[in-house]
T-cell receptor
């Protein structure tokens, strides 16, 4: 299957600083990219959806000024957590969707980034 | 409202077969995904069904019945490494993924 990479895999930062997470689709061009966060033993929570060259669509309750998403190309999306606080500590996962012929889709996830804010 | 139901936990024996069911009620339907997720890791794509019927990929098969709002994931020749959570997710009319809570599968020797 297709590969989605995510960098860094783990990051520890101090409260008040900003952290950037990169997501790349390595061997395909993604129609759409998604950012999720997941708390322990819970299902994934969609934060935002982004299409290349346009502004991201944020889910209700997600602060767009705090979680900045830039979708620079069909293979790269970045999530910047600004002015991080301990409650932002979570597992952040990006996902890339590709539409195949015949209205078929595949959606792959990056390995995730474990963010710890101290 | 939108709802995806799957069992919370299942237990099976190594070498056996297990079927994980998923029922859904969503606003529109553009396909159903199954993912495997090991603890502390991101989900891994297993299958996508948009037409009724059975799709087989090695030891894993996925079935869909759109009229019944029902899907299952069938795992054959279970291995210890198959112990994981299995997530069912439906692509709704807005092409948003609606997630089930996941089924934790425990494999015993």
């Amino acid at each position: 299957g297709a590969v989605v990479s995510q960098h860094p895999s783990r990051v520890i930062c101090k409260s008040g600083t900003s952290v950037k997470i990169e997501c790349r689709s390595l061997d395909f061009q993604a129609t759409t990219m998604f950012w999720y966060r997941q708390f322990p033993k819970q299902s994934l929570m969609l934060m935002a959806t982004s299409n290349e060259g346009s502004k991201a669509t944020y889910e209700q309750g997600v602060e767009k000024d705090k979680f900045l998403i830039n979708h620079a190309s069909l293979t790269l999306s970045t999530l910047t957590v600004t002015s991080a606080h301990p409650e932002d500590s979570s597992f952040y996962i990006c996902s890339a969707r590709v539409q195949l012929a015949g209205e078929s889709y595949e959606q792959y996830f990056g390995p995730g980034t474990r963010l710890t804010v101290t | 409202g939108q709802n995806i139901d799957q069992p919370t936990e299942m237990t099976a024996t190594e070498g056996a077969i297990v079927q994980i069911n998923c029922t859904y009620q969503t606003s529109g339907f553009n396909g159903l995904f199954w993912y495997q997720q090991h603890a502390g890791e991101a989900p891994t794509f297993l299958s996508y069904n948009v037409l009724d019927g059975l799709e087989e990929k090695g030891r894993f098969s996925s079935f869909l019945s759109r009229s019944k709002g029902y899907s299952y994931l069938l795992l054959k020749e279970l291995q210890m490494k198959d112990s994981a959570s299995y997530l069912c997710a439906v692509l709704d009319s807005n092409y948003q993924l609606i997630w089930g809570a996941g089924t934790k599968l425990i494999i015993k020797p």
